[in-house]
């Protein structure tokens, strides 16, 4: 049972009646779910690792329908598990006990987009892969994209703050997000879903929702800004012997590609394996230690793939790399990307995945990789890194047959501890949720978690928008 692994009590919400179900019922008939075997798949997250027992799953459709359900929940004093496409990898989205899950599956509609500007607005349950192929119908693409594109919703990814592949060229959802609409605890519409780029009329409160998994308010619009596709994309995927030739061959690109580089993707040779052996994929470089992939994005092939090619034959020339191959038609780009992008799915046919998620500084990146392989030693099944390499992020993960306490022991306090050494941070971009939150303290000061918590108790002062998460619990 998640509360007992974890060691969590229910705190003393009311529980739900039959007389709240008939409330929501009335309220948005059809779309207030008791049914457990509908509800089943919304108790439990992606990676299989966290389960709660909600008894009740709303659909709402519109602003104002979440307006009603949390000004209703808020004078009930029912908790409220708000819930994107359930593709979180920190136990944030789905229920501990018996929140209720408030879900944006059907808040879908595009609500408008400007092709000058490149300003989307929609509603927060759109799915992220949806809304990239809409705006590539017009010219443009979402500035940002992720493994579980196909499945997570723009409100989820807003709510994590989620970074991708695409954060090193396009930046994150701090710059990118002009606006939001959010439903607070109480029901209080705030709308400053504003489409501007510029906006400097007081404090910037779209900032505080941005990233903070559905604890402060329900998401239920955003306004986004949309860059131009790009007419010429190129890949490069290459084979390294050392992690000092990964880093190297990153800054000889970075200055011999400059502005048209968009994404530059690193995994170890572990990864590979576990991508060959559990989704049969297979890799056209020779068998390297570590190998990277280097995304171009312009406006002129002929220019990108001049620049593409001179960095090559450098890179070559000077033994950074290998061995390696490039694409520039859709396909091959493609099957290229889905070598890095699937190894997070290719993690839970191993076994048991114990995951991390780290920002250090990028010189001291696969040390940490390197550490826990030899601390671990035989317990561990494999320990393996991977992540976006451009932005000092780290996928730390480790796999063994079944969960234990004791293998767990082993790598926790320790990993936190390790990245707090070299100013690190536990979260780069996955968030706490419910399996970190008690973490936060090896990232921030105590003033900075003290001032959180204020926020929250300001915001909701009756704690019933995703407890457990987040922050940490205060005994
Ligand atoms: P959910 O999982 O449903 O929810 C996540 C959190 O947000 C929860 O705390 C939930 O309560 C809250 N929330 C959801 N919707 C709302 C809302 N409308 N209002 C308020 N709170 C809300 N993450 C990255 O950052 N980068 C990656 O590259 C990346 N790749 C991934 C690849 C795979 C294969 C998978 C499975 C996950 C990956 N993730 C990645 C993690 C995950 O996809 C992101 O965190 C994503 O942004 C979550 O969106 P979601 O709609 O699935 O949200
Ligand atoms: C990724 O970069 O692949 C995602 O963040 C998912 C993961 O960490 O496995
Ligand atoms: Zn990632």
């Known amino acids: ?35 457990p075997e509908e509800l089943e798949p919304f108790n439990v997250d992606w990676l299989k690792s966290v389960r709660g027992c909600s008894k009740l799953l709303l659909k709402p459709q519109t602003a104002a329908e979440v307006s009603q359900v949390l000004r209703y929940c808020s004078e009930r004093n029912l908790a409220v598990n708000p819930q994107g496409g359930n593709t979180g990898l920190v136990g944030g ?20 987009f400007d092709t000058v ?3 989307l607005v929609c509603q927060a349950g759109c799915i992220l892969e949806k809304l990239n192929e809409y705006l590539e119908e017009r010219g443009f693409i979402m500035p940002l994209d992720l493994g579980a594109k196909g499945s997570c919703h723009i409100g989820g ?25 959010v439903v607070l605890a109480d029901g209080t519409v705030l709308d400053c879903l504003a489409s501007l780029r510029k906006d400097n009329t007081g404090y910037d409160l779209k900032q505080l929702f941005i990233g903070s998994e559905g604890t402060l308010g329900v998401i239920t619009a955003v306004s986004i800004l949309c860059p131009q596709k790009p007419k010429a994309v190129n890949l490069a995927f290459l084979g390294c012997q050392n992690f000092s030739q990964v880093l190297e061959t990153f800054t000889t690109c970075r200055a011999m590609l400059g502005e048209i580089l968009s994404a530059y993707e690193f995994m170890d040779e572990k990864c590979m394996e576990l991508v060959e052996k559990h989704l049969k994929l ?42 390696g ?53 035989q317990s561990a099944k494999n320990v393996v890194g991977y992540g976006h390499l451009g932005d000092g992020n780290l996928h730390l993960n480790i796999t063994a047959e079944s ?59 009756k704690g019933i928008l995703n407890p457990y998460k987040t922050l940490p619990s205060s005994s």
């Open 157 to 181: 990814n807003v709510a994590t703050n989620a970074g991708g592949l695409r954060l090193l060229r396009y930046g994150s959802l701090r710059g990118t997000v002009l606006g939001l609409e």
């Open 117 to 119: 500007s490149g300003i």
């Open 93 to 112: 989205s789905v229920p501990v006990f018996d929140e209720i899950i408030l879900s944006t599956v059907l808040m879908s509609r595009i609500i408008s």
């Open 403 to 461: 969960y234990s306490h004791s293998l767990l022991d082993a790598i926790e306090p320790f990993v936190y501890e390790w990245t707090a050494r070299y100013n690190g941070s536990i979260s780069a971009e996955h968030g706490l949720g419910f399996k970190k939150k008690q973490f936060i303290q090896y990232s921030k000061p105590s003033e900075a978690v003290f001032l959180m918590q204020r926020f929250k108790a300001m915001l909701d002062p």
């Open 1 to 35: 049972l998640t509360s007992e692994r974890y060691r969590v009590r229910r705190l003393p919400f009311s529980r739900l009646s039959p007389r709240d179900v008939a409330f929501f019922e009335r309220l948005m008939p059809g779309r207030a779910v008791t049914d």
């Open 282 to 323: 297979s890799c056209p470089v020779r068998d390297s230690h570590f190998y990277v992939l280097i995304e171009t994005s312009g406006s002129n092939s002929t220019h990108d793939e001049e620049k593409l090619n001179s960095f090559l034959e450098q890179a070559m020339a000077s033994g950074l790399v290998t061995d």
């Open 325 to 377: 191959t490039v694409a520039t038609d859709d396909k091959k780009i493609k099957m290229l990307w889905s070598l890095r992008e699937r190894i997070t799915e290719a993690l839970t046919h191993d076994g048991c995945v114990y995951k991390y998620d780290i920002s250090l500084p990028v010189g001291k990146l696969y040390d940490l990789v390197t550490d826990m392989r030899a601390r671990l030693g």
